[in-house]
C-alpha cells in the first residue's frame, strides 16, 4: 500500500501513453495535477479505492506517472480575516470589523445590538455609532488591504437593516416572522446554524472551490488535448482523435465545445466502423459462413440501425439458417424502413413461403409485384407461393 | 501633505475654500472679492480673461464672453434646456461631435468641461496665491440633482485643470455640513438651495457627529438666471412697446440688457424701485435710442412667482420622501444668492413656519462644507461623517419599456440591492440589461446609463430561469451592476463609468492643451 501522502504527477510525454484508457481512468488521470496526494486521489475519483490503486501503480509502472514529495499549497483565505498590524486601520477596529462580519449573517436586530422594545432614537443611535465605525469614508485613500470590501460590506448590511427597521411596516414584518422561530439566531456562539439552502450550496462552493491556477492549467491541458484531437482527425486517426477528446473533457468537463468535437468525431468512428464491418461480413456470405455473417451483419446493425439494406441481408441469413421468426422480424424491419423496395418485400415472402404461411406470402409478393412487376424473380417466387401447400403454423424453426 | 480645497463651481459664481489653522477659511481673490463670477473670454487681442476681469468687458465684448455654462455641462445638444439657454446667450452654441452641446467663441470651440476647467483653474490659482503653495486635490460641488453625466463632465473638468478630485458633493448637502460641523445638537434641518442656475432642497438629520441627507429633490435647470431672463424679457417688451425697436437680435444690447437686469434684481432686494438707464442702447433713422425704465419689486415679485411656485412643489416632494412634515423640520437654512430675495424669505417662513436660519453666508457656505469634507476624507479630521443618499433612482428597463427601480433615490451610499428577474420568451438564452437612471416610469423618459447582455441562460420556458440583477454603488458614487443566471452560475457585470460628454482622447488632448494655462513653479 502506497503512502497517502505521495504525490502523483504526469511524466513528460504521457500523452503518448495515455490513449486506451476507459472514460472512468480518463477522469482519474486528469485528477493528477502534482498537487493532489494519492489518498486524496482514492477519495475524489468516484472509483471504488483498490481500482484507484490498481491504475496509478499501472501508470507508474507504465511511466505514465511518477511520484514526486508532496507540496505544501498555499490556502487561499476564503473569508477568512486576520488582524494585521501593518494596515493603516487601528487594529480595534480590524477586531471589531471581524466581530460584527460573524454577524452579518444573523438576524437585523443582532446586526444594529437593538431588540425588540428598541425605540427608533436608539435604532438612530446604534446606525450612527456602526456608521462611524465602519463608513468607507472613515478610511478614504488608506491602506486597508483586505478590510476595505469587508468595511464596504458591513456598512451596506447596517444601512439595509437600519433602512428595514426604520420603516415600521417592514419591521413588523420582520419581528412577526422572528417570533414564529423564538428567539432563533442563525449565529450562536460564532456558529452557523441554519442556512437556506442556497446559502449552503454557495458556502459549499466556495469549500471545494479549487484554486484558480489549478483550474487554469486545466483548462490549458483540455485546449491541448482537443489541439491534438484535431490534428488526429486531419489525419483520419480517428481513434486517436477520440482518446484525445475523451481526455480533454476530463480535464475540462465544462466546455460544451470539446463535448461537441467528441460527438463528430464518434459519429466519424460509427461510420467507418460500420463500413468496415459490412465488407467482412459480405466477405463471410461468400465463403458461406452464414452465422459468421449474420453476427457481422447484426453488428453493423448497432452502429446503423437504420441501414434497410444490412437488415434485409440480416433477414436473408436468417431464412437460409431456417430461423425463421427472427428471419420474419428483420425482413418486415426492412420493409418498413423501405416500404417502396420491391427487393425486401420479396424477402418477407421468401421467408412466408418458406414458414409455410401461403396466403401471406402470397400478399407480401404481391406487394412486391406491384412495386416493380419488370421482375422475373418475383414472379417465379410469386408462382411458387401460390403452388405451395400450407403447413401448419409455426412449422419448423 | 497638501491641502484639500473645497470648490463651490456656481452657475453665476464661484467660491474657494481650505482648511486654515483648524477652521475653514473662504479665500479672496486678487481683486479681495470672496466669489469670482463664473464668466470666461477671449478679449480682442487673443488673451483669455476669466473672473472680474471678464465680466467687466463683457458689455463691449459679448460675443467672446462665455457665462453660466453650468447650464449646459453634461447635456445633450438637442435637450429642451439647451436650446432654452441659446435663445438668450450671446455667444454661439453649435453641436459637437458627441452630441454634446459646445461653444463657439473668436473661431475656436470649447467644450463645456473645458470652460468649467477654465473657472476651475482660476480657482486653484486663487488658493495657491493665498496658501503659497501648489494645490491639488480638491472636492468639487454640484447640485443635488445633477445626473451621472453632468457630474463626470464636473469631474473631468477638474482633471483638465490639473485638480486631483477627490469627491464631488451634493451642494445641500455641503450646506448642511458646514451647518453642522461643531453642533452638538440632534436636529432636523432643511437646506433650501437657490443659486444662479439649479433649484435644490434637501432634508438632513445631525446628531452624533453624523450628517445624514434623508431626502434630496431639485430642479437642475431653475435658478437666479431665470430670474434675470424674465426681468430681460419684461425690459425687451417695454422697451419694444414704447420705441417699437425689436432689440432681441442685436448681442451688445443682450449683453449690456442682461447686467443691468442682474444688478436691478440685486437692488430690489434692498429697494422698492430702481431705474434702468441704458442709454445708446439702439439706432435708428430717427437716431439713438435709449432705454430709461423704472422697475418696481412688485414686478419683479410678479415676474417670478410661477418659479418659486416650483421650488415650495419640490420642497414637499422632498419632505414626502423624507417622511417628514414641516412641523418636523427644527430650522432651515437658506442657500445660493438667489435666498436674499426678499420675496424667497416670505414663501420660505410661511411655508415652514419660521424663520429661516440666518448663521450661515449664503455665498460662501457650499466651498466651506466641500473643504470640510475634504479634510474629513484625508486626515479623519473634524469627528463627522456624512451620509449622503443617491439623488435619482437607478435601474433597468424590462421587456415592456417599464423602468423598473433597484435603488431608489434618496438611499445612502454605499449601497447594494438585488431583484430576480426572468425571462419573456421561450427557449431565450440572452437577456439584455439595460441599466438606466432616473424618475420616468417608462424607461425612455430615463437617461441610460450602460448596457450589457447576459448570455448562456439555459433554454427554458419563459419565466422559468432565474436571473438575479445586482446594483451597487460605492462611496465614490461608482455604480456596478451584475447579472448572474442562478442556474447556471453564470455571470456578467459592468461598471458603469458614468460617461461626461468627452471620450478618454479627447480629454488627454485638451488636458495637454490646458497644460500651458498652468501657474508657472515659482523657485
Not at chain 1, 34 to 61: N, Q
Not at chain 1, 131 to 144: E, L, N
Not at chain 1, 270 to 283: C, I, Q
Request: proline share 4%; hydrophobic share 40%; with cysteine.
Amino acid at each position: 500500500m502506497r503512502e497517502v501522502e505521495q504525490v502523483p504527477q504526469l511524466t513528460a510525454g504521457w500523452e503518448d501513453k495515455a490513449s486506451a484508457l476507459t472514460p472512468e481512468e480518463g477522469f482519474l488521470l486528469s485528477r493528477i495535477d502534482g498537487r493532489t496526494p494519492w489518498g486524496t486521489l482514492r477519495s475524489i475519483a468516484g472509483l471504488p479505492e483498490e481500482r484507484v490503486d490498481d491504475c496509478l501503480e499501472a501508470w507508474l509502472r507504465d511511466g505514465l506517472i511518477q511520484l514526486i514529495e508532496s507540496r505544501k499549497i498555499v490556502a487561499v483565505p476564503v473569508g477568512e480575516l486576520a488582524v494585521d498590524s501593518g494596515l493603516e486601520l487601528p487594529v480595534e477596529v480590524q477586531q471589531r470589523a471581524l466581530e460584527v462580519e460573524r454577524l452579518l449573517d444573523g438576524s437585523y436586530h443582532e446586526l444594529l445590538g437593538v431588540n425588540r422594545d428598541s425605540d427608533a432614537r436608539s435604532i438612530k443611535r446604534s446606525y450612527f455609532k456602526l456608521s462611524r465605525d465602519f463608513h468607507p469614508d472613515r478610511y478614504f485613500g488608506r491602506d486597508v488591504g483586505p478590510f476595505g470590501d469587508l468595511l464596504d460590506r458591513i456598512f451596506k448590511q447596517v444601512a439595509l437593516a437600519y433602512e428595514l427597521l426604520m420603516d415600521p411596516i417592514t419591521r413588523t414584518e420582520l419581528e412577526r416572522s422572528m417570533s414564529s422561530a423564538p428567539s432563533a439566531p442563525r449565529v450562536q456562539n460564532g456558529q452557523p446554524q441554519k442556512f437556506s439552502k442556497r446559502e449552503w450550496l454557495a458556502r459549499m462552493r466556495q469549500q471545494f472551490k479549487l484554486p484558480e491556477e489549478v483550474l487554469a492549467e486545466r483548462r490549458l491541458r483540455a485546449r491541448q488535448l482537443a489541439e491534438s484531437a484535431q490534428v488526429a482527425e486531419h489525419q483520419c486517426n480517428w481513434k486517436e482523435a477520440g482518446s484525445c477528446i475523451r481526455l480533454a473533457i476530463a480535464f475540462d468537463p465544462w466546455c460544451d465545445a470539446y463535448k461537441q468535437q467528441f460527438a463528430a468525431i464518434q459519429v466519424e468512428v460509427n461510420r467507418l466502423r460500420a463500413e468496415e464491418l459490412l465488407r467482412e461480413a459480405s466477405g463471410a456470405w461468400d465463403s458461406h459462413s452464414l452465422s459468421q455473417a449474420l453476427k457481422l451483419y447484426e453488428e453493423v446493425l448497432h452502429y446503423r440501425p437504420a441501414d434497410a439494406e444490412a437488415t434485409d441481408r440480416a433477414a436473408q441469413l436468417c431464412c437460409e439458417l431456417e430461423e425463421f421468426d427472427r428471419a420474419f422480424e428483420f425482413a418486415a424491419l426492412a420493409c418498413e424502413l423501405q416500404p417502396e423496395a420491391a427487393a425486401y418485400h420479396l424477402t418477407r415472402g421468401r421467408i412466408l413461403r418458406r414458414n409455410g404461411r401461403r396466403e401471406r406470402a402470397v400478399e407480401a409478393l404481391m406487394t412486391a409485384q406491384n412495386l416493380d412487376p419488370q421482375d422475373t424473380r418475383i414472379r417465379d417466387e410469386l408462382k411458387k407461393a401460390r403452388q405451395s401447400p400450407t403447413r401448419a403454423r409455426g412449422g419448423k424453426r | 501633505m497638501s491641502r484639500v480645497i473645497g470648490i463651490d463651481l456656481g452657475t453665476t459664481n464661484s467660491c474657494v475654500a481650505v482648511i486654515d489653522g483648524g477652521k475653514p477659511v473662504v479665500i479672496p481673490n486678487a481683486g479681495g472679492y470672496k466669489t469670482t463670477p463664473s464668466m470666461f473670454a477671449i478679449a480682442q487681442d487673443g488673451k483669455r480673461l476669466v473672473g472680474h476681469l471678464a465680466k467687466r468687458q463683457a458689455i463691449t465684448n459679448a460675443e467672446n464672453t462665455v457665462f453660466a455654462s453650468k447650464r449646459l455641462i453634461g447635456r445633450r445638444f438637442d435637450s429642451e434646456e439647451v436650446s432654452r439657454s441659446a435663445q438668450l446667450a450671446p455667444f454661439s452654441i453649435v453641436r459637437g461631435p458627441n452630441d454634446d452641446p459646445r461653444i463657439d467663441i473668436e473661431g475656436k470651440s470649447f467644450t463645456c468641461p473645458e470652460v468649467a476647467a477654465i473657472i476651475l483653474r482660476e480657482m486653484k490659482h486663487v488658493a495657491e496665491e493665498y496658501l503659497g503653495e501648489p494645490v491639488t486635490d480638491a472636492v468639487l460641488t454640484v447640485p443635488a440633482h445633477f445626473n451621472d453625466t453632468q457630474r463626470q463632465c464636473t469631474k473631468d473638468a477638474g482633471k483638465i485643470a490639473g485638480l486631483n478630485v477627490l469627491r464631488i458633493i451634493n451642494e445641500p448637502t455641503a450646506a448642511a455640513l458646514a451647518y453642522g460641523i461643531g453642533r452638538e445638537v440632534e436636529e432636523k434641518i432643511a437646506v433650501y438651495d437657490l443659486g444662479g442656475g439649479t433649484f435644490d432642497i434637501s432634508v438632513v438629520e445631525l446628531g452624533d457627529g453624523v450628517v445624514e441627507v434623508l431626502a434630496t429633490s431639485g430642479n437642475t435647470f431653475l435658478g437666479g438666471e431665470d430670474f434675470d431672463r424674465l426681468l430681460v424679457e419684461h425690459l425687451l417688451k417695454e422697451f419694444e412697446s414704447q420705441e417699437g425697436i425689436e432689440l432681441g437680435t442685436d448681442p451688445m444690447a443682450l449683453q449690456r440688457l442682461k447686467d443691468a437686469a442682474e444688478k436691478a434684481k440685486c437692488d430690489l432686494s434692498a429697494m422698492q424701485t430702481t431705474e434702468v438707464n441704458l442709454p445708446f442702447i439702439a439706432n435708428d433713422a430717427n437716431g439713438p435710442r435709449h432705454l430709461n425704465l423704472s422697475i418696481d419689486r412688485e414686478t419683479l415679485e410678479g415676474l417670478v412667482t410661477d418659479v418659486l411656485g416650483q421650488t415650495l412643489g419640490c420642497v414637499d416632494a422632498c419632505l414626502m420622501d423624507a417622511g417628514l412634515t414641516v412641523e418636523d423640520v427644527d430650522h432651515v437654512v437658506l442657500v445660493g444668492g438667489q435666498t436674499r430675495m426678499p420675496l424667497v424669505q416670505e414663501l420660505v417662513s410661511e411655508h415652514f413656519g419660521q424663520r429661516p436660519h440666518r448663521g450661515v453666508n449664503p455665498d460662501e457656505v457650499v466651498a466651506v462644507g466641500a473643504c470640510i469634507q475634504g479634510s474629513v476624507l484625508t486626515e479623519n479630521g473634524g469627528d463627522v461623517l456624512l451620509l449622503d443618499v443617491t439623488p435619482l433612482s437607478l435601474g433597468i428597463a424590462t421587456f415592456d419599456g417599464h423602468f423598473a427601480t433597484l435603488i431608489s433615490r434618496n438611499s445612502t451610499v454605499p449601497v447594494v440591492k438585488s431583484h430576480i428577474f426572468t425571462t419573456t420568451r421561450d427557449q431565450q438564452e440572452a437577456v439584455k440589461i439595460r441599466v438606466m437612471q432616473g424618475e420616468g416610469e417608462q424607461a425612455v423618459e430615463n437617461d441610460l446609463l450602460g448596457e450589457f447582455i447576459l448570455n448562456n441562460i439555459p433554454r427554458a420556458r419563459k419565466g422559468e430561469p432565474e436571473i438575479e440583477v445586482a446594483f451597487d454603488i460605492d462611496a465614490n458614487g461608482i455604480v456596478s451592476v451584475s447579472a448572474r443566471d442562478l442556474a447556471t452560475q453564470s455571470e456578467q457585470s459592468i461598471t458603469v463609468s458614468a460617461r461626461g460628454t468627452l471620450s478618454e482622447e479627447e480629454l488627454e488632448q485638451i488636458m495637454v492643451e490646458h497644460a500651458e494655462f498652468e501657474l508657472p513653479k515659482e523657485k
